[in-house]
């Protein structure tokens, strides 16, 4: 079609313009018919109303909080290489289930296989929507009518309120609770697999991401898990891929679980490994090869985009030093002093702002008591208020958020490239605060 042909298309501005004032006259009768008007009888300007119903409701935000995984924003941003095989995939067709040298049908499992095989060392792998779909996919292969094993210190709820009681449930596995909140033995997990004998299923390990326990603790390590017989699920969480990352440390690397001899290791494709949202699963040929097998596969198997940038986001870790660069998650946790500071500056300059000592975090559920010390500008919000200067920032396009804290709106720098930074320097200076 050419470019004539699709101008052609475009709706007239009549049609268009009708189409968008009826929903808004229609909604505005049901607020007013329905007793729930919000305007309390004040004026209504139906053609701001009807200007913000055109605009897009999923959209750019500057991310100024200091949270680098914000799951409330997206979580990690796509590296160029990533963005870039979305956008090549997502224009036409694509081989998703065919293989191209036979010609008949393939798997979409394939794309990433191999990839995840190199950089884990694992025998099998395969990729779903998300990590509780892993989870959840993996308890309900292994364990189905069957139990499964749990230290009660990881019972834990992740976010929106998913428990992992519930997820067993789900999965149609009983949960066998061992130990106690703070110290969980050997000991425990041995006793209850000789007293569940062929009922148990699984043992699942799972990381609490979100939170951790300190003081009189005891929890036992995944390579004691897997030496007791029984076939492991071990729930890493964030996808930390990368031995060799010291500021990580806190979060379990995927491989160390595959040479321990988890039967299955689960983690996301986006938090720390730095990619699209995804539930990754890696272990033996014959736990993979029944998650693959098992309704639930279907059901929450991953789509073509996400396979893309899931794809080119492995390809980098082939080479770590260059992963850290080019995935904007890693480069964050990374950040050195000078480019933040020079960035803060440059804000607080085109501001009018203030460089204070400030701390941003990893966010995603990860690495909940790490702290990432550096500078944050903080603006003075005038009469109005820092709630309503946040307020007046977020309906921008694109939108800037940030956090208050001590009646001033501050805006990190970690969280934001120089072009971000750029951005929301003019955000702020168009808003008026005199």
Do not use: W
Not at 164 to 191: C, F, H, K, M, W
Not at 219 to 244: F, P, R
Not at 366 to 395: K, S
């Amino acid at each position: 079609m050419s470019n004539r042909d699709r101008l052609r298309d475009l709706p007239s501005v009549d049609r268009l313009a009708t189409a968008v004032a009826r929903a808004e006259l229609e909604a505005r009768r049901e607020e007013i018919l329905g007793g729930g008007d919000p305007t309390d009888g004040a004026a209504v300007d139906l053609v701001a109303r009807a200007r913000a119903r055109l605009r897009p409701h999923l959209r750019r935000v500057l991310n100024a909080t200091g949270v680098v995984v914000h799951t409330n924003l997206g979580r990690a941003p796509l590296a160029v290489e990533a963005q870039a095989a979305v956008a090549a995939i997502a224009a036409g067709y694509c081989n998703l289930e065919l293989d191209l040298s036979s010609g008949e049908r393939g798997s979409r499992h394939d794309h990433v296989e191999a990839l995840l095989l190199e950089l884990t060392g694992a025998q099998a792998a395969m990729a779903v929507n998300n990590c509780a779909a892993a989870v959840l996919l993996a308890c309900a292969a292994l364990a189905g009518g069957r139990d499964t094993v749990v230290s009660r210190g990881q019972l834990i709820e992740i976010g929106g309120g998913f428990r992992i009681p519930e997820v067993l449930q789900a999965a149609g596995t009983r949960l066998v609770e061992v130990g106690t909140t703070n110290r969980t033995r050997r000991a425990d997990y041995a006793s209850a697999l000789a007293a569940g004998g062929e009922r148990i299923g699984a043992i699942l390990r799972a990381h609490p991401s979100n939170f951790r326990t300190v003081g009189f603790v005891e929890e036992v390590e995944i390579e004691e898990l897997c030496d007791l017989g029984a076939s492991v699920i071990d729930d890493v969480g964030s996808g930390v891929l990368g031995d060799d990352l010291d500021l990580l440390a806190g979060e379990p690397p995927v491989r160390r679980s595959v040479r321990a001899g988890a039967a299955l290791t689960t983690f996301s494709g986006d938090k720390l490994l730095g990619g699209p949202q995804a539930g990754l699963l890696v272990g033996t040929r014959e736990a993979v090869g029944a998650c693959r097998r098992h309704p639930l596969a279907r059901a929450v198997r991953i789509d073509k985009l996400s396979l893309a940038a899931l794809e080119a986001t492995l390809a980098l870790y082939r080479d770590p030093a260059a992963a850290r660069r080019a995935l904007p998650a890693l480069a964050m946790l990374h950040a050195g002093d000078a480019t933040l500071s020079r960035r803060a500056n440059e804000l607080a300059d085109a501001t009018g702002g203030t460089v204070v000592a400030s701390t941003a975090r990893v966010g995603g559920g990860a690495l909940p008591l790490l702290e990432l010390p550096g500078p944050a500008v903080a603006i003075d919000p005038g009469p109005a208020g820092a709630d309503a200067l946040a307020a007046h920032l977020r309906a921008g396009d694109p939108a800037v958020v940030g956090r208050i804290h001590d009646g001033r709106l501050l805006l990190d720098p970690r969280t934001l490239t120089d072009d971000d930074a750029r951005d929301v320097a003019r955000a702020v200076c168009a808003v008026p605060r005199t």
